[in-house]
């Protein structure tokens, strides 16, 4: 356990150098600078295009989901390939990824009913009315994932990926491996990550 204790410290300290890089310094025009934190997930992106790109329909935005890092942080984010920019959103994880319902992945699976998340390329596919509403489809493309379609794994807005339940419990609620975002966001990945894009998902630990 001793390992997770050492990551949340890791994790806090990773947002306050966040948070101290936003506060803008005392000087004229600055060139537009990248974090390298957001220059380790668009290399992430670019990688994974190059990779997997005869598969998908649009390039421009690819989603990737840092499942190293804990339910509490913004961890999926959407890196916009053509401007450079990162937007970065909470996900939650598949219960039986964390069975210990502790905020960490433990492991990805992509076996009928471990209610686990998978790890790798997923390709956005079309809309479609659920269970929690508006939902998007997911293609498995890697061997880790190929089964996401027969699995119903998807992309879907859930209250339990809702911010306040950070407030409340310190993590997200779990999801049966699908990628469940707040309620407020999922436009985002409605208007930006469907319709034959790229989301990649795995232990990446970028902080």
Excluded at 112 to 129: D, H, N, P
Excluded at 189 to 200: E, K, N, P, V
Aim: aromatic share 12%; hydrophobic share 45%.
């Amino acid at each position: 356990m001793t390992g997770w204790v050492d990551r949340r410290g890791l994790f806090k300290g990773a947002a306050a150098t966040v948070i101290a890089a936003t506060v803008p310094a005392r000087v004229f025009a600055q060139p537009f600078s990248v974090s390298e934190q957001h220059r380790r997930i668009l290399a992430v992106a670019q990688d994974q295009v190059a990779r997997v790109g005869a598969a998908l329909w649009r390039k421009d935005i690819v989603g990737v989901a840092d499942f190293a890092l804990p339910s509490a942080l913004p961890r999926l984010h959407f890196a916009n390939l053509e401007k450079g920019e990162v937007r970065s959103f909470l996900v939650a994880h598949g219960k039986g990824s964390d069975p210990e319902h502790d905020g960490f992945l433990k492991s990805f699976s992509n076996t009928e009913g471990s209610l686990a998340t998978s790890r790798g390329a997923f390709v956005t596919y079309e809309w479609y009315k659920g269970k929690y509403g508006t939902s998007i489809r997911l293609g498995g493309i890697d061997l880790d994932n190929n089964r996401a379609l027969e699995r119903r794994i998807v992309m879907h807005p859930a209250w339990y990926a809702n911010p306040n339940m950070l407030e409340k419990w310190g993590k997200l609620g779990r999801s049966d491996g699908c990628f469940a975002m707040s309620e407020a966001d999922f436009n985002e990945a409605l208007w930006h990550l469907s319709g034959g894009r790229l989301l990649y998902a795995d232990r990446l630990g970028i902080y």
